[in-house]
């Protein structure tokens, strides 16, 4: 019996939906790891959540360029995966990184998707986000930290202008402990996570 929350939900509408979810997803894991100062985030609702997001406008440019472009490989299901690595500015090691793995679950053009699921998936995965603070390393004062997105594509997707090709950048894998994350499913795209950092060997 189809639910009463049932759509019609497009391919167009998938990607759409997922490179959202990623932009607001990368902005509350910058705000929650302290990346840049509480000041250069505004609280805003979405997905019935109270979520930070950034003011800055270097930043939302960076992200809309990002953005803009994942929007188009989600519609190719050119995309794989979205990875948020965090690094030490001065040594370059990679101290902690957000993976988002992206599978196309259906060859078809459109689905019939239940909304409400597909918000309650997306709430509980940026609830657990943004409470990742109770089992995250505390960020050092001290260490000056940024911070850099990859996009994980097929072969036969087209690398835009100005986009540079680059390997994988992992945390040490006798430092890491890595946690997994719900993810949710649009019946189109699904989303997988976890978060992996590292830990200071006794």
Do not use: C
Not at 65 to 79: T, V
Not at 103 to 109: F, G, K
Request: hydrophobic share 40%; net charge negative; glycine share 4%.
């Amino acid at each position: 019996m189809a639910s009463l929350q049932a759509q019609v939900l497009s391919l167009k509408g998938s990607a759409k939906m997922v490179a959202e979810f990623f932009g607001y997803a990368v902005q509350a894991i910058l705000y929650s790891r302290a990346l840049y100062p509480d000041t250069s985030f505004k609280q805003e609702q979405h997905y019935g959540l109270s979520l930070m997001v950034t003011t800055e406008e270097g930043v939302k440019t960076f992200l809309d360029n990002i953005l803009k472009q994942l929007h188009q490989w989600l519609q190719q299901r050119r995309a794989q995966k979205l990875v948020l690595s965090v690094k030490d500015v001065e040594t370059d090691e990679v101290i902690e990184t957000w993976k988002f793995n992206v599978e196309n679950v259906s060859e078809r053009e459109e689905e019939e998707a239940d909304m409400v699921k597909i918000r309650q998936g997306i709430q509980n995965l940026m609830r657990q986000i943004v409470s990742s603070v109770a089992f995250l390393p505390v960020p050092d004062d001290d260490v000056r930290r940024a911070f850099d997105l990859l996009v994980y594509t097929d072969a036969n997707a087209e690398t835009p202008p100005l986009w540079e090709e680059t390997g994988p950048q992992l945390v040490a894998h006798k430092q890491r402990e890595e946690v997994q994350l719900p993810g949710f499913s649009t019946g189109i795209h699904k989303v997988d996570a976890a978060v992996a950092y590292k830990v200071e060997l006794s």
